[in-house]
C-alpha cells in the first residue's frame, strides 16, 4: 500500500468523522451545554452570585459551557486532523511531492540521500490515484528531470532525464548520444568525487534541448546494452553490439540516468508512457548529509 493511498483513507476517514462532529456530535454537544447552564442557573448560580458576585457566576458559567463541548479525545484525532491532511493531500497532489533519491543513478546531478522536491503541475494536473489527466499545462522537454511509475512496476518511482520526445530517433551507439540524427556534444568537465566509494570519475558536460548538465560516462569501456525484458513498441527498437536506436512512440518518453554506465533505464526496459508521468523534480530541500546540496538543479 503506498503512501498516497495511506493519505487518501486517513482524508476519507477524518472527513466522515468531521462531518459526524459538525451534524450529529456537535450539536449535541451544545444541547448538553445549553442545559448544563439553565442547570446552574436554577440551582447554583443564586448561591455563588451571592459569594463571589456576577463574575463568579460568569466564570462557571462559561466553565460549565466549555467542559461540555469538549471534542472527545477520538474527534480530536479524526475530526480535527481533517483540516491539515486536507491540505497535505492537496498541496501533495496537485503542487509538490517530496522524494528521496535512493540510487547512484542520476549521479552527479542528484545523489543518494538528496530529499527532492517534484513539480506536480507542469505536466498537467492529474487526478490522485487515478492519475487521469484533467488539466493540460504543459509537457516535458528534452532534458528535464522527471519522476515518473515505473512502467513495469507501476508502485515504484523512479527518477531520469527526458532524453526523446515522441517522434524522435533516439540513438546511443559506442557511448555517444544522438537525437534526431544530430550527435550531443561531450565537454569534459574535470572529475566528480563519489564520497560514498573515495573514487574519482570522468564528468561531462552535456547539452540536451535548452538544459545543461553533467553526466559520469566512461567512453574507453565498451557498450554492452542489451534489454532487460521484451517491452511495449520494442519493434521500435535496435539492439546490435554498438549499443541501441529507438523511435519513440506518441504518448510516450525516452528516459536515461545522467550516470551513464550505471543507470537501468529506457536503452534496457524501454519507454515511459505518458500516463506514468508523476512530475518534474526542481529542488534539492535537504541533504541531511551535506546541507550545500539545497537548492535547485538542472
Same mark, same amino acid.
Given at each position: 500500500?503506498n503512501f498516497a493511498l495511506i493519505l487518501f483513507l486517513l482524508l476519507v476517514?477524518?472527513?466522515?468523522?468531521?462531518?459526524?462532529?459538525?451534524?450529529?456530535?456537535?450539536?449535541?454537544?451544545?444541547?448538553?451545554?445549553?442545559?448544563?447552564?439553565?442547570?446552574?442557573?436554577?440551582?447554583?448560580?443564586?448561591?455563588?452570585?451571592?459569594?463571589?458576585?456576577?463574575?463568579?457566576?460568569?466564570?462557571?458559567? /462559561?466553565?460549565?459551557?466549555?467542559?461540555?463541548? +469538549?471534542?472527545?479525545?477520538? *474527534? @480530536?484525532?479524526?475530526?480535527?486532523?481533517? %483540516? #491539515?491532511?486536507?491540505?497535505?493531500?492537496?498541496?501533495?497532489?496537485?503542487?509538490?511531492?517530496?522524494?528521496?533519491?535512493?540510487?547512484?543513478?542520476?549521479?552527479?546531478?542528484?545523489?543518494?540521500?538528496?530529499?527532492?522536491?517534484?513539480?506536480?503541475?507542469?505536466?498537467?494536473?492529474?487526478?490522485?490515484?487515478?492519475?487521469?489527466?484533467?488539466?493540460?499545462?504543459?509537457?516535458?522537454?528534452?532534458?528535464?528531470?522527471?519522476?515518473?511509475?515505473?512502467?513495469?512496476?507501476?508502485?515504484?518511482?523512479?527518477?531520469?532525464?527526458?532524453?526523446?520526445?515522441?517522434?524522435?530517433?533516439?540513438?546511443?551507439?559506442?557511448?555517444?548520444?544522438?537525437?534526431?540524427?544530430?550527435?550531443?556534444a561531450l565537454t569534459p568537465a574535470g572529475e566528480f568525487e563519489d564520497r560514498?566509494?573515495?573514487?574519482?570519475?570522468?564528468?561531462?558536460? /552535456?547539452?540536451?534541448?535548452?538544459?545543461?548538465? +553533467?553526466?559520469?560516462?566512461? *567512453? @574507453?569501456?565498451?557498450?554492452?546494452?542489451? %534489454? #532487460?525484458?521484451?517491452?511495449?513498441?520494442?519493434?521500435?527498437?535496435?539492439?546490435?553490439?554498438?549499443?541501441?536506436?529507438?523511435?519513440?512512440?506518441?504518448?510516450?518518453?525516452?528516459?536515461?540516468?545522467?550516470?551513464?554506465?550505471?543507470?537501468?533505464?529506457?536503452?534496457?526496459?524501454?519507454?515511459?508512457?505518458?500516463?506514468?508521468?508523476?512530475?518534474?523534480?526542481?529542488?534539492?530541500?535537504?541533504?541531511?548529509?551535506?546541507?550545500?546540496?539545497?537548492?535547485?538543479?538542472?
Amino acid at each position: 500500500m503506498n503512501f498516497a493511498l495511506i493519505l487518501f483513507l486517513l482524508l476519507v476517514l477524518t472527513f466522515v468523522a468531521w462531518l459526524a462532529d459538525r451534524f450529529v456530535f456537535a450539536p449535541r454537544r451544545a444541547r448538553a451545554a445549553a442545559a448544563a447552564v439553565a442547570e446552574f442557573e436554577r440551582t447554583g448560580a443564586p448561591a455563588l452570585r451571592a459569594a463571589g458576585g456576577e463574575a463568579a457566576v460568569s466564570d462557571q458559567r /462559561e466553565s460549565l459551557r466549555a467542559a461540555r463541548s +469538549k471534542q472527545p479525545l477520538w *474527534l @480530536e484525532y479524526t475530526a480535527g486532523l481533517f %483540516p #491539515v491532511i486536507l491540505v497535505v493531500f492537496a498541496l501533495r497532489s496537485f503542487v509538490a511531492e517530496p522524494f528521496k533519491i535512493p540510487s547512484e543513478s542520476m549521479l552527479p546531478t542528484l545523489v543518494v540521500g538528496d530529499l527532492i522536491l517534484v513539480n506536480k503541475f507542469a505536466y498537467g494536473v492529474r487526478l490522485p490515484l487515478a492519475h487521469t489527466k484533467v488539466l493540460e499545462v504543459g509537457q516535458p522537454q528534452r532534458g528535464d528531470v522527471m519522476v515518473f511509475r515505473f512502467p513495469q512496476d507501476p508502485s515504484v518511482d523512479y527518477i531520469k532525464r527526458v532524453i526523446g520526445l515522441p517522434g524522435d530517433k533516439i540513438s546511443y551507439e559506442n557511448k555517444r548520444l544522438s537525437i534526431n540524427g544530430q550527435p550531443v556534444a561531450l565537454t569534459p568537465a574535470g572529475e566528480f568525487e563519489d564520497r560514498r566509494r573515495l573514487t574519482f570519475y570522468p564528468q561531462y558536460s /552535456e547539452k540536451i534541448g535548452e538544459n545543461v548538465h +553533467k553526466i559520469l560516462t566512461e *567512453l @574507453e569501456k565498451p557498450s554492452d546494452i542489451q %534489454p #532487460v525484458v521484451r517491452f511495449p513498441y520494442f519493434d521500435q527498437c535496435r539492439y546490435d553490439e554498438r549499443g541501441v536506436s529507438c523511435t519513440v512512440p506518441p504518448g510516450h518518453y525516452f528516459m536515461m540516468g545522467d550516470n551513464r554506465e550505471n543507470s537501468l533505464d529506457s536503452r534496457f526496459w524501454g519507454f515511459v508512457p505518458d500516463e506514468n508521468i508523476v512530475g518534474k523534480a526542481f529542488f534539492i530541500w535537504m541533504n541531511f548529509g551535506d546541507l550545500g546540496r539545497i537548492g535547485r538543479f538542472q
